[in-house]
C-alpha cells in the first residue's frame, strides 16, 4: 500500500483562506453595524408613531377595549340606579293602591 505524502496547504491556499477569513469577517461586522443602525430607525419610527397618536388623539386597541370597560361599567352603574329607582317607584305605587282600596290606612294610627 502506497503511503499518502502529508497533506501540507500549498502557500496559495493559505493566503486564498486567510483572505477568505478576513473577508467574512469584514462581512460579519459590516451586518451587525447595518442591524445596529437599523433597530435605532425602528426605534425612532416608534417613537415618531406614538407621539403622533398622541397628537392627534388616536387611540391603540388597548386604548380603545380601557375607554368601552369605562363605558361599560358606566352604563352599569346608571342601570343599577336607575332599578333601585323603579323598584322605589313600585313599591310606592304598591302602597298607594292599597290605600286606594282601603283609605283607613292612610289615617295616622292612634295608640
Known sequence: MERLPSRQEP??????????????W???????AKVG???QKIAQAEWALQAFRERENILTPQGVEDILVKKI?????????????????DSQTQMLQR???DPKM??????
Open 11 to 24: 502557500p496559495m491556499a493559505r493566503s486564498y483562506l486567510e483572505v477568505l477569513r478576513k473577508y467574512q
Open 37 to 39: 443602525e437599523e433597530r
Open 99 to 101: 290605600i286606594a282600596k
Open 26 to 32: 469584514l462581512l460579519i461586522t459590516t451586518s451587525l
Open 106 to 111: 292612610a289615617e295616622p294610627s292612634r295608640s
Open 73 to 89: 361599567a358606566m352604563l352599569n352603574e346608571v342601570y343599577v340606579q336607575t332599578r333601585v329607582k323603579r323598584l322605589e317607584m
